[in-house]
């Protein structure tokens, strides 16, 4: 039996991709022509944000999942930064939040009201300064609410309280540039790739490296990301420029449990990773062809290519839909976003074929909902570590509604979480001392005036019954010096 090939069984093995028609996709967008390293698209259940060309700075055009068609040139656009915008991500807990990364060194999170936008938008919630250098990548905490993190040409990871606008932690152990960054499924660890060529896996409160290990042999980028079992999925280049991935044990960096040649193409493989499904998805921007495996840590060679989503353009970026935002009742288990260079979003979508009608539990087990786990002081102060929350897809997703946001120094900006009890005795007591000053101004005023009303009436001889609140004004005034 040793000639007879086995085909082995997965409920994903005849999943197929198919792009949107023409008049479902997003047309005249002026997608930034940077040749940045990233994809310059973020996608949710309410909005798609792309990275656009704009004089004078950067900006990033926003519009809701149901303004298809040809976009106006003159359609309103997130223009706050003073330099090219490098990275966009909404945030997993708010669909009206965004992030962005720009040259200009900072790192804005913006409010987008439902609907969408109807003027340009230049003022941020909230503005994070600290990067020396231009910012390449922004990424949200898997499950602490307003924790973000951020990378710079400085060669610093900055993890921040989006809140209160202030770096909770900064990283400074890359002496090269930094390739990728990624958190695991707890948000307890990063791991990075650099051009030391080192993959390094750091404790995102602290700083400390936990692992380091040599990573892909090539000059080139690479990137890493964690699968849900803490298992590390990198691509990269060999010495040769072959493209490559592997997969590695997370305390055994340098010796990869499989290196897999890819092609010769030029391109940098991006790995995007379905946690519900175990399904990834590799490709590059340049690239027309979007390759996906199934992850199967309990078969070797445990990476399992399926199959390759092919077309006849390139892609100049990606966005990816959340679960939440896919069509279960087509069976739709992914959807990507892909960008073209004429100015076209095309949405892709991931179907796995079933007769039945019916809600497919296999297909949809509970996915990561977008209610925070914890707030940004139980994941920093407390030093709590969780898995994300969960949520059944069974009868839908719906979408919640914008949510009021503002921004005050160390006060929690996009908190969902019950405000938690506080000390607030100190402030009380000197807002009521302003409050009571004002009411003692605002009385002498009140009874100055009743004085000279009073003064002016007795000219005119006019016989008055008003009486005077000079005295009203010094009883209803507060006592000093303890007189009674």
């Avoid at 990275?51 to 055009?61: D, K, L, R, S, Y």
Wanted: some cysteine; hydrophobic content about 35%.
């Amino acid at each position: 039996m040793s000639g007879v090939q086995v085909v082995r069984a997965s409920k994903f093995r005849h999943i197929y991709g198919q792009v949107e028609k023409k008049e479902f996709c997003y047309d005249d967008i002026r997608v930034t022509k940077s040749s940045w390293d990233s994809m310059f698209c973020s996608v949710n259940p309410k909005f798609l944000a792309v990275v656009t060309e704009a004089a004078g700075g950067g900006a990033f055009i926003v519009l809701t999942l149901s303004k298809v068609g040809r976009q106006d040139k003159d359609s309103p656009i997130v223009a706050g930064h003073k330099g090219s915008v490098t990275d966009i991500q909404w945030c997993p807990f708010n669909d009206n939040v965004i992030a962005s990364a720009s040259d200009d060194c900072t790192v804005k999170v913006w409010q987008i009201p439902d609907g969408g936008l109807f003027i340009n938008m230049t003022e941020p919630i909230v503005s994070l300064d600290y990067h020396q250098k231009g910012c390449r990548q922004v990424q949200w905490h898997p499950t602490a609410n307003n924790v973000l993190m951020s990378v710079g040409a400085d060669q610093k990871v900055v993890i921040w309280n989006v809140g209160t606008g202030e770096p909770l932690r900064i990283i400074e152990c890359h002496p090269d540039v930094i390739f990728s960054v990624a958190f695991n499924y707890q948000g307890s660890k990063i791991v990075t790739t650099c051009k030391d060529k080192l993959i390094r896996v750091i404790d995102a409160r602290t700083g400390e490296v936990i692992e380091k290990g040599k990573g892909h042999d090539g000059a080139k980028s690479s990137r890493a990301i964690f699968l849900k079992d803490g298992s590390i999925f990198t691509t990269g280049f060999s010495k040769m420029s072959e493209r490559q991935y592997s997969l590695r044990d997370e305390t055994m960096l340098d010796d990869p449990i499989i290196m897999v040649e890819v092609d010769t193409s030029n391109g940098i493989l991006v790995p995007i990773y379905d946690i519900d499904t175990g399904l990834l998805f590799v490709t590059a921007k340049g690239d027309s062809q979007i390759r996906y495996f199934e992850v199967n840590m309990e078969q070797p060679p445990y990476v399992h290519y399926i199959n390759t989503f092919l077309s006849s353009d390139p892609q100049r970026g990606l966005g990816v839909m959340p679960k939440r935002g896919c069509d279960i009742g087509l069976n739709e288990i992914f959807r990507l976003y892909k960008l073209h260079g004429n100015g076209r979003v095309e949405p892709i979508r991931f179907y796995v074929p079933r007769k039945s009608d019916s809600f497919q539990t296999d297909l949809y087990p509970d996915t990561i909902s977008d209610t925070p786990a914890l707030s940004a002081d139980e994941w920093w102060v407390e030093k709590k570590d969780v898995d994300p929350i969960l949520i059944s897809l069974k009868g839908g997703y719906q979408a919640k509604s914008a949510q009021t946001l503002t921004v005050a120094k160390k006060s929690n900006a996009l908190d969902k979480m019950p405000m938690k009890g506080r000390d607030t005795s100190a402030a009380d007591h000197k807002l009521l001392e302003e409050l009571q000053g004002e009411i003692k101004k605002l009385l002498k005023t009140v009874a100055d005036q009743d004085k000279r009303i009073l003064v002016l009436e007795a000219k005119q001889g006019i016989k008055s019954e008003r009486k005077s609140s000079v005295d009203e004004g010094s009883k209803a005034a507060p006592k000093e010096n303890g007189a009674h």
